[in-house]
């Protein structure tokens, strides 16, 4: 669905940070929803915004409709920054098998900035059941697996080129070095040319 609608939109970023602020923007609104319906039903025990607005103020304050809106900003922030990260990381390594390495990146980062920020007392408020840990590794999933699905639809055909025509030239050098040990060791050997060439055929 996501991906259908922003081919629908036609977009095609150049720029790759801008590429990975939007992206990351994506994948914090799926993730936020998911976050939404798991508060509503009472599987978890906080909003996003509600946590990450308990790094610049106490909890009380963050009932306040306008409180809130400074912790989901700060929030969406972090989401956009974690997605010029990934942007990164697959402009680096390729976009190949983008899901796998947006879901795995997305789990890590969670795991980093909810467990590690909880331990470090990150946060004045702290979710203590077992069931907001849960949902918070599913809803950082759910972020990994859209915002690299975003960054690769969104991004113009340019950005991820020079890395994947970077390895197409490597892997032609290395079979150009292959086929020519394969030449010198039958020249050391006299065999005919045409042998040579029927082999590397």
């Not at 690299?148 to 639809?153: C, D, E, G, H």
């Not at 991820?160 to 197409?168: I, T």
């Amino acid at each position: 669905m996501i991906t259908l609608m922003m081919k629908l939109i036609k977009i095609n970023i150049k720029d790759s940070m801008l590429l990975g602020i939007v992206g990351g923007l994506i994948g914090v609104i799926c993730m936020d929803i998911s976050n939404f319906i798991l508060w509503r039903t009472k599987k978890t025990e906080g909003l996003y915004g509600h946590l990450a607005g308990s790094m610049i103020m106490r909890t009380t304050r963050l009932k306040k409709g306008k409180n809130f809106l400074v912790g989901q900003l700060f929030h969406m922030t972090v989401g956009s920054s974690i997605g010029v990260i990934m942007s990164q990381l697959l402009k680096k390594f390729g976009k190949d098998h983008h899901i796998i390495k947006g879901g795995f990146l997305g789990v890590v980062a969670g795991g980093f900035l909810y467990n590690f920020g909880q331990r470090m007392g990150f946060y004045s408020m702290n979710p203590r059941l077992i069931k907001s840990s849960y949902a918070a590794m599913l809803q950082h999933l759910i972020y990994g697996l859209a915002t690299s699905q975003a960054i690769v639809t969104l991004a113009d055909p340019t950005v991820f080129s020079s890395n994947e025509s970077g390895v197409e030239s490597s892997n032609k050098a290395n079979e150009v070095l292959r086929r020519n040990d394969i030449r010198t060791i039958y020249s050391d050997i006299n065999i005919n040319p045409a042998e040579i060439k029927s082999v590397l055929n």
